[in-house]
């Protein structure tokens, strides 16, 4: 069974830019989390979706945004990037969030430089 | 503010050697406490937690939650040098699928 996938694995882009990332969870997986993971912060939860809608946000500004499409796959958006925004950024999936037994898998991450 | 912590932040032990490491948690709805051994990229699961005092095991790790103390402790006995990781326990939210991190334990087993 594939586990979560996450594309790409590495990333540079210039302050400014606006950068995608692409997170396709374990096949019967419905829901979708991201979070972002830096030495300072640790890890810390970005957003999370279910059936293609937003059911929880954190704690991050606007810049940071995300949809989930019908095949549960999902997409982060991070538009005029900051230097702080260089980090691994992880995707995790679960059956979903009625599924209260069912742990988060994580993908690799995709790992962003902002120069 | 919901709230994760844990103890010792980095270990360092000899092959074969048993550590526990812990794990304190202030989250609001909470629902269950997870712990993943992260190497290189993706975390790995381990653990989840929902009941207090029931211990979970897989092979020489085991793990026990408290939702009294609002604790959680993570064993591991005959450490090898391939459980060098960093741990990571995390506080699941109620209804979503949403984790409170903590900073993590380091720990280093050296043959």
């Known amino acids: 069974k594939a586990g979560v996938t996450q594309t790409p694995r590495y990333l540079i882009k210039t302050r400014g830019q606006q950068v995608t990332l692409s997170c396709s969870p374990i096949?019967?997986?419905?829901?979708v989390s991201w979070y972002q993971q830096t030495p300072g912060q640790g890890l810390q939860f970005l957003f999370e979706?279910?059936?293609?809608?937003?059911?929880n946000k954190g704690n991050f500004p606007g810049r940071f945004s995300g949809r989930q499409f019908s095949n549960s796959r999902s997409e982060m958006n991070v538009s005029t990037l900051e230097l702080g925004d260089s980090a691994l950024y992880l995707c995790?999936?679960?059956?979903?969030?009625?599924?209260?037994?069912?742990?988060?898998?994580f993908g690799n991450g995709t790992r962003l430089t902002v120069t | 503010e919901d709230k994760v912590v844990q103890s010792p932040l980095s270990l360092v032990v000899h092959e074969g050697d048993t550590v526990t490491l812990n794990c304190s948690y202030e989250?609001?709805?909470?629902?269950?406490l997870l712990w993943y051994k992260q190497e290189k990229k993706a975390p790995t699961f381990l653990f989840m937690l929902?009941?207090?005092?029931i211990e979970k095991k897989s092979g020489r790790l085991s793990s026990i939650l408290d939702k009294k103390e609002l604790f959680s402790i993570l064993n591991i006995t005959a450490t090898q040098t391939g459980d060098s990781a960093v741990y990571l326990c995390?506080?699941?939210?109620?209804?979503?699928?949403?984790?409170?991190f903590g900073q993590g334990t380091r720990l280093t087993i050296n043959p």
């Open positions: 989250v609001t709805n909470f629902r269950s």
């Open positions: 979706y279910f059936s293609e809608t937003q059911r």
């Open positions: 995790a999936s679960s059956f979903g969030r009625t599924e209260g037994n069912s742990p988060l898998h």
């Open positions: 929902t009941s207090s005092g």
């Open positions: 096949s019967g997986h419905r829901s």
């Open positions: 995390a506080g699941r939210i109620s209804g979503a699928q949403k984790l409170v």
